[in-house]
């Protein structure tokens, strides 16, 4: 059983950092590439960063310079580092795992930000 699960999300401040976790099991791992996407309420789901199997990444615009992704082969597991967040970054976080036609989406994590 393919198992997505995301953590790290909250409440942070203006300009504060938040770093996002999403731990995968069931499949393997390295051969997917991995996005995180974001959900702010009334809007469509976004991609926000992704990177594939060669290390490859690109990130949205709004996000550039600001966030980075990165992942860990040996636990399983893809990061979002998320700096100088903004109210506009207010959203749920979903991470996926994608390789051909197979598409895995965590079950998100709401990150929040507000003074």
């Known amino acids: 059983q393919v198992q997505l699960v995301e953590s790290g999300g909250g409440l942070v401040q203006p300009g504060g950092s938040l770093r996002l976790s999403c731990a995968v099991s069931?499949?393997?791992?390295?051969?997917?590439?991995k996005g995180w996407y974001r959900q702010a309420p009334g809007k469509q789901r976004e991609l926000v960063a992704a990177?594939?199997?060669?290390?490859?990444?690109n990130y949205a615009d709004s996000v550039k310079g600001r966030f980075t992704i990165s992942k860990d082969n040996a636990k399983n597991t893809v990061y979002l580092q998320m700096n100088s967040l903004k109210p506009e970054d207010t959203a749920v976080y979903y991470c996926?795992?994608?390789?051909?036609?197979?598409?895995?989406w965590g079950q998100g994590t709401q990150v929040t930000v507000s003074s």
């Open positions: 990177i594939d199997s060669d290390d490859y990444t």
């Open positions: 996926k795992l994608t390789r051909l036609a197979r598409n895995y």
């Open positions: 069931g499949i393997s791992f390295s051969i997917y590439s």
